[in-house]
């Protein structure tokens, strides 16, 4: 979901910058894979499955979508990538077959996120934009998904997802920031965050802090915790450390939850004035990286959503590898 992105460093994080006089682009490449469901929970409702796939590539800098995301400035190092994303929401109890009004909507989306990211290794701040573009409805497929992942498991089979939201543009830009608050040695480092989006799937603003304990290379000087052979001089080869992170989070629109801006027939959807508009984000992560690997465990959270909801956790595997 959307919540994913808070539980991933940046996708676009550099490898030391070693001329802060001039724009460079990395040399960092990078495929990394998430998948996250509540059942780790035993729940099965609310955000219910995820999963993501991110490329890196120098390549991706000539893509035309460079010409709508902020130019690269002086002094900091580049990163261009695609990320497609999908994610599933259901009700509290997705054996009912007919609506459950006052309960989340069905819904699920899946889009592709163009994005670049600008560090200075110096000054230990990231800049990041994205163009979003995708859809959510029935086309991102979550029905035929979800209920052959239930058969497999010999769980209960979905009856609601006839009444999921119905098919709609996903077209959005976002921002983030990121900045070094506190390191003490390199055993821990805290890090500020900021965001926003404005789209047609979400929009919101947001703000919260990363806090990371143990043996780790600096959140700035590293692509998402691990670079690729050649960026790796000075590096530590092993990685072993935790990571715990909060935001909150002021939310303008939710198409999970109100249905799509432009296509307004869904069967079902909460109003507006049902939706939580503060709502509060955490996770807690175990990192294990050597050389250009790492493995992720991740336990995320979110406060209540819209009236009457229930706080709500979820697991997530993360798997990224630099080459």
Same mark, same amino acid.
């Given at each position: 979901?959307?919540?994913l992105?808070?539980?991933?460093?940046c996708?676009?994080?550099?490898?030391?910058?070693t001329?802060?006089t001039?724009?460079?682009?990395?040399?960092?490449?990078?495929?990394?894979?998430?998948?996250?469901?509540?059942?780790?929970?035993?729940?099965?409702?609310?955000?219910?499955?995820?999963?993501?796939?991110?490329?890196?590539?120098?390549a991706?800098?000539?893509? =035309?979508t460079?010409?709508?995301? =902020?130019?690269?400035?002086?002094?900091?190092?580049?990163?261009?990538?695609l990320?497609?994303l999908?994610?599933?929401?259901?009700?509290?109890?997705?054996?009912?077959?007919?609506?459950?009004?006052?309960?989340?909507?069905?819904?699920?989306?899946?889009y592709? +996120?163009?994005?670049h990211?600008q560090t200075?290794?110096?000054?230990r701040?990231? *800049?990041?934009? #994205?163009?979003?573009?995708?859809?959510?409805?029935?086309a991102?497929?979550?029905?035929?998904?979800? +209920?052959?992942v239930?058969?497999?498991?010999?769980?209960?089979?979905?009856?609601g997802w006839?009444?999921q939201?119905?098919?709609?543009?996903?077209?959005?830009?976002?921002?983030?920031?990121?900045?070094?608050?506190?390191?003490?040695?390199?055993?821990? /480092?805290?890090?500020?965050?900021?965001?926003? $989006?404005?789209?047609?799937m979400?929009?919101y603003?947001?703000? #919260?802090?990363l806090?990371?304990?143990?043996?780790?290379?600096?959140y700035? /000087?590293?692509?998402?915790?691990?670079?690729?052979?050649?960026?790796?001089? #000075?590096?530590?080869?092993?990685?072993?450390?935790? /990571? *715990?992170?909060?935001?909150?989070? $002021?939310?303008? @629109?939710?198409?999970?939850?109100? #249905?799509?801006?432009?296509?307004?027939?869904?069967? @079902?959807?909460?109003? $507006?004035?049902?939706?939580?508009?503060?709502?509060?984000?955490?996770?807690? $992560?175990?990192?294990?990286? @050597?050389?250009?690997?790492?493995?992720?465990?991740?336990?995320g959270?979110?406060?209540? /959503?819209?009236?009457?909801?229930?706080?709500?956790?979820?697991?997530?595997?993360?798997?990224?590898?630099a080459?």
């Open positions: 979901m959307g919540l992105g808070l539980f991933n460093n996708p676009a994080q550099a490898a030391p910058a001329d802060t001039k724009v460079q682009l990395s040399s960092d490449r990078l495929i990394s894979y998430t998948f996250a469901n509540d059942a780790f929970f035993r729940t099965d409702y609310y955000f219910t499955q995820g999963m993501s796939l991110t490329l890196v590539l120098p991706l800098s000539r893509l =035309p460079r010409h709508v995301l =902020p130019g690269p400035r002086e002094g900091t190092l580049s990163h261009y990538g990320k497609i999908y994610d599933g929401f259901t009700p509290l109890r997705i054996q009912d077959p007919d609506i459950r009004y006052g309960d989340r909507p069905y819904a699920s989306y899946i592709a +996120t163009f994005f990211a200075s290794g110096a000054r701040w990231r *800049l990041s934009s #994205g163009l979003q573009l995708g859809v959510i409805g029935p991102a497929g979550a029905k035929g998904f979800q +209920t052959a239930h058969r497999w498991l010999a769980a209960p089979t979905p009856r006839d009444y939201v119905q098919n709609d543009l996903v077209l959005g830009y976002e921002l983030g920031g990121e900045r070094q608050l506190l390191a003490i040695g390199s055993a821990a /480092e805290v890090v500020g965050t900021a965001g926003a $989006a404005l789209s047609t979400r929009s603003g947001s703000g #919260g802090l806090l990371r304990l143990g043996r780790f290379n600096p700035f /000087e590293t692509m998402t915790g691990v670079a690729a052979a050649e960026n790796r001089g #000075g590096l530590r080869r092993l990685q072993l450390y935790t /990571e *715990l992170r909060a935001e909150a989070r $002021a939310v303008g @629109y939710d198409a999970t939850l109100q #249905g799509g801006l432009l296509n307004r027939d869904s069967p @079902y959807t909460l109003p $507006a004035g049902a939706v939580r508009r503060g709502v509060l984000q955490g996770a807690a $992560a175990a990192v294990l990286a @050597y050389q250009g690997f790492s493995v992720r465990t991740v336990a959270w979110v406060s209540p /959503e819209f009236a009457g909801a229930r706080h709500h956790a979820w697991g997530q595997l993360d798997v990224r590898v080459f």
